[in-house]
Every structure is written in structure tokens, then in C-alpha cells.
């Protein structure tokens, strides 16, 4: 006898497909989420997310995570998944510096997290709806990361999750070049953000540059620099 494999259905994890199901139904809630995108050049990154409103009297929710002083992260999906999955990270990072007196490499705290959300895909459980964006700065210099929910990881120059990727992620396509300066990448990920959901979108915005060594959040309404000389003084 044929059996539904909706998600009810646990244990059946894969479709008819062969893809897995749970896995899935983690992405469309990704794809609910905030716009959000990451850019990177030779000498900085920066992460950009859409703060949607909340019902009045309410304060927004965080958008844009320090993780150590060196990896900043910002997520889509559910607020409560992306949070558990960035004090995941911190944990890690704090870890490795007390076993190894050493900042942990950007590349390892992402394959950490992706072997912890892959992990998640193994039993039955609820995989986390959330995909986050990790930039920071190691002995390989600046580095971008994608990590989805079935625990995948993605080197790359950008990065848009959320509702709307793909549009926000052409706009960063059309407009990306190598030598692009900082100011000009925080204004092409502002303007992916804009496209979708128009010029006065509320904005969080984080920049690690080969500089200064620390991820900052910034200020999306202010310009890159003054917002980095803020960050510095207060």
C-alpha cells in the first residue's frame, strides 16, 4: 500500500525524488525570512539584513551577531533557530580559544556548524530553519560562508538567503566587480536589499575589513567610515 510522504510521515525522510523532505520544508522557511546577503572583496566583507517591522512599541530583532572579535554572522529563517545557531557558534569559538589559545579559523567554525545541523538531518528531528552568512578574518584572509540547513557549506564573493534571494543575488551579480571599495559594496548590498523591499528599508549592516581585524557592526543608516570611526570610539 502507497503511504503519504508529507510531513507527518516521519520516518520517511526522502521523496519520491530521492531528496529529503524535512530538509526542504527547513529551505521555504529560509526563504520566508528577511532578505539577507553577504559581499566580499580582497580586503573586507560585509553582511547586510532586512529588519522587518514589528508590531508598534516593539523593538526589531537582532540581525547582524558578533560571533568573536574576528567573525561577525547574520541569518534567515526563524529568529529562535538563527539565534540558537549563532551562540552554537560562539560557543565553539570560545572553546577553541581556551583549548588552543588561538582564534579558530573561519573555515572550521563553519564546518563545526555544518556538522551540527547535519546532524540534525540524521534523526527525527526538526532540521533548523535557518541559513546563515559568516564573514570574518583568518590566516587565509577575509572569507565568506554560506552554511543551509542540511549543513552545506559555500565559499564565495556573495551570498543572498531569505525571501527574494534570487533577485537580491542577481543585483549583487550585475554589480559586483573584484576592486570594488567598501563603501560601494555596502551600497550594493543595501541597494539588493532595496530592490525588493523599497529605498527606505530598515537595514542592519557588519564589516570586517584586513585593517582593522574586527567585525563591527554598523549603523545602515550611516555612511561606512563614519559608522567604523563610531564603532571604534564607543
Known sequence: MAMDAGPGRM???????????????????????????????????????????????????????IVDDHVGATGSGYIGDVNALVDELRVEAQRHRLVYDTAIDVGGLARHLGRYLHNYTLYTVRPFGASLILAGLDPLGIQLIQIDPSGTTFKGNGFAVGAGADEALEVLSKGYRPDLSLDDAVGLAKQSIESLNGERTAIELGVITRDAGKFQPLNGGAGTHAGLEASKSS
Open 11 to 65: 520516518p520517511f525522510f526522502y521523496n519520491a525524488d530521492g531528496r529529503l523532505i524535512q530538509v526542504d520544508y527547513a529551505l521555504q522557511a529560509v526563504s520566508r525570512g528577511s532578505t539577507t546577503v553577504g559581499l566580499k572583496g580582497q580586503d573586507y566583507a560585509v553582511l547586510a539584513s532586512h529588519v522587518k517591522p514589528t508590531r508598534s512599541l516593539l523593538e526589531p530583532a537582532e540581525k547582524v551577531f
